[in-house]
T-cell receptor
Framework: QKEVEQNSGPLSVPEGAIASLNCTYS??????FFWYRQYSGKSPELIMF????GDKEDGRFTAQLNKASQYVSLLIRDSQPSDSATYLC????????????FGSGTKLNVKP | GAVVSQHPSWVICKSGTSVKIECRSL??????MFWYRQFPKQSLMLMAT?????????EQGVEKDKFLINHASLTLSTLTVTSAHPEDSSFYIC???????????FGDGTRLSIL
């Protein structure tokens, strides 16, 4: 079982819709959760991080964390074609800050 | 904030050449830096983790003598690919994080092509 699982996609949504990206993790002791966006041929860039159960909003992005169910999701409201990218989920524990587990990413296509 | 600069962006060189890639944290102190390699349409692959002033910790299967990592200061780490061969051609990406519970911030990556 992988530490972090993501559906590889592609997830296709029409422009203006809400894109919902999901990530599950196996280590119940995970405490930090990160979402990165990676455009084709580019390096990942940090979008959001979340530590506590519940929702965290930043502009059009909302991260949702449910530790009991061991999943974290990223919602993108009013999706734009420029949001088309691969979204990577990463988790780590506070007793080992340097050990990050990355998912393999979900490819999102936003169609005009 | 949290800007990581990586140079060069592109390198094309002949087989047998050694190539050095620099990774700098511009506005924070990077207690830990990471080096990744990514082949086309594949996932990030962690090569090594380095803490300032310490030897790097390499992932299984990564040759220490071929991929030399130096993390001499809190703002600079270098990766040297020694005696590079065509199979070393890849996209190399560094990242850095500050102390405590901080996320990784990635550099723009270096595309290495060995002829």
């Amino acid at each position: 079982q992988k530490e972090v699982e993501q559906n590889s996609g592609p997830l296709s949504v029409p422009e203006g819709a809400i894109a919902s990206l999901n990530c599950t993790y196996s280590d119940r002791g995970s405490q930090s959760f990160f979402w990165y966006r990676q455009y084709s041929g580019k390096s990942p860039e940090l979008i959001m991080f979340i530590y506590s159960n519940g929702d965290k909003e930043d502009g059009r992005f909302t991260a949702q964390l449910n530790k009991a169910s061991q999943y974290v999701s990223l919602l993108i409201r009013d999706s734009q074609p420029s949001d088309s990218a691969t979204y990577l989920c990463a988790v780590n524990r506070w007793d080992n800050f340097n050990k990050f587990y990355f998912g393999s990413g979900t490819k999102l296509n936003v169609k005009p | 904030g949290a800007v990581v600069s990586q140079h060069p962006s592109w390198v094309i060189c002949k087989s047998g050449t050694s190539v050095k890639i620099e990774c700098r944290s511009l506005d924070f102190q990077a207690t830990t830096m990471f080096w990744y390699r990514q082949f086309p349409k594949q996932s990030l692959m962690l090569m090594a983790t380095s803490n300032e002033g310490s030897k790097a910790t390499y992932e299984q299967g990564v040759e220490k003598d071929k991929f030399l990592i130096n993390h001499a200061s809190l703002t600079l780490s270098t990766l040297t690919v020694t005696s590079a061969h065509p199979e070393d051609s890849s996209f190399y990406i560094c990242s850095a994080r500050g102390p405590g519970n901080q996320p990784q911030h990635f550099g723009d990556g270096t595309r290495l092509s060995i002829l």
